[in-house]
């Protein structure tokens, strides 16, 4: 064997385990960014379902003090309308109705005297337990909504006390949170339909989520799972249910 041969074979030797080395730190860099970026990912998107909790709670709050009213067991709709006004004053985009299967009797976003037979809103009423809605367009607002309703028995009968959630005011939420660039972001409702969405909410606001994507909803409250998104992009998605 020349000297020649010696020493190449022997730079060989050296240079092997430090690239074996090299790339076992790519790896580990590799593994440790990866955990770092799922982390960030998991916590933003659960404080995101909190914020979004927090939304629903205070309509759940206002809404049950107002079905349980003495104006409205009485009912004294002019005066269960003031105490709804008052209510939803701080409130952006917030108002108040009062239905049952074949009429709105209340509506705190219209002024003046209401309208007579005012048809309520396409959605089944809440019968034993407040429930919230699948999506829908509202008969005086024209515009996508879902509604808080609680159910209320005034003589016998049944109504709901109901208040509308807007997109724009769950799109807000999305927008407070300084979601980073290039992440997706949204709030799917129970069925499945984008109730919000960062970036391009005018294009997917209404439309049904992957259906990955709920099959893996409807198994865990949450997980990581690689996905395509809506635009046809391969993701990591991470989601949280809220309850």
Do not use: C
């Amino acid at each position: 064997m020349t000297l020649r041969l010696r020493i190449v074979l022997f730079t060989i030797s050296i240079l092997l385990p430090a690239i074996a080395a090299g790339a076992w730190m790519v790896a580990a860099t590799y593994s440790r960014e990866r955990s770092a970026s799922n982390a960030t990912v998991r916590e933003t998107v659960r404080a995101l379902s909190l914020v979004v909790e927090r939304e629903l709670q205070r309509r759940d709050a206002i809404v049950r003090t107002l079905a349980a009213s003495d104006s409205l067991q009485k009912w004294d709709l002019p005066a269960f309308d003031r105490q709804a006004r008052a209510a939803t004053k701080g409130l952006v985009e917030g108002f108040v109705a009062v239905l049952d299967e074949s009429q709105q009797y209340v509506n705190t976003s219209i002024d003046g005297p209401m309208p007579v037979m005012l048809r309520p809103t396409p959605f089944t009423l809440a019968q034993d337990e407040p429930a919230l809605t699948d999506p829908f367009v509202g008969r005086t607002s024209g515009n996508l909504q879902l509604a808080y309703n609680v159910p209320v028995r005034v003589g016998g009968k049944l109504y709901n006390v109901s208040m509308p959630i807007m997109p724009t005011e769950l799109q807000r939420v999305i927008t407070e949170q300084n979601v980073p660039e290039g992440w997706i972001a949204a709030i799917v409702s129970k069925s499945g339909h984008i109730i919000a969405r960062a970036p391009n909410p005018d294009r997917w606001v209404g439309q049904s989520a992957t259906t990955d994507f709920l099959s893996r909803v409807k198994g865990e409250p949450e997980g990581f799972f690689d996905a395509v998104s809506l635009d046809g992009q391969p993701i990591l998605n991470f989601y949280s249910t809220s309850e």
